[in-house]
Nanobody, 124 residues
Framework: QVQLVESGGGLVQAGGSLRLSCAASGRTFSGVAMGWFRQAPGKEREFVAAIRWTSRYTYYADSVKGRFTISRDSAKNTMYLQMNSLQPEDTAVYYC?????????????????WGQGTQVTVSS
């Protein structure tokens, strides 16, 4: 069983930065994809970014390209999301997730395991 624990959320002013972390445990992560998704109040969960664990190939939603950077540290089994130039529309609960087969990294339905989420609030 995979456990995913997010941290690093908080309150930040528009234009500021935050770095989210996702500590993973419970299996080896070779061959998986790990992703970040977010859900704002009253909205559906949406894809933010994903990374193939072995190749480190990355995917981004258009809304965050150039502002967010996803990365991973295999020695720590930890994934990160560096978020710069944050805007109020980035306010949401951010979830990390693991897709065992890495078939469709931007599709939430493809993910098998989810963390509990961390709140990010950007004030204007």
């Amino acid at each position: 069983q995979v456990q995913l624990v997010e941290s690093g959320g908080g309150l930040v002013q528009a234009g500021g930065s935050l770095r989210l972390s996702c500590a993973a445990s419970g299996r080896t992560f070779s061959g998986v994809a790990m992703g970040w998704f977010r859900q704002a109040p009253g909205k559906e969960r949406e894809f933010v970014a994903a990374i193939r664990w072995t190749s480190r190939y990355t995917y981004y939603a258009d809304s965050v390209k150039g502002r967010f950077t996803i990365s991973r540290d295999s020695a720590k089994n930890t994934m990160y999301l560096q978020m710069n130039s944050l805007q109020p529309e980035d306010t949401a609960v951010y979830y990390c997730a693991c897709d065992r087969t890495a078939q469709s990294p931007s599709n939430a339905d493809a993910y098998d395991y989810w963390g509990q989420g961390t709140q990010v609030t950007v004030s204007s």
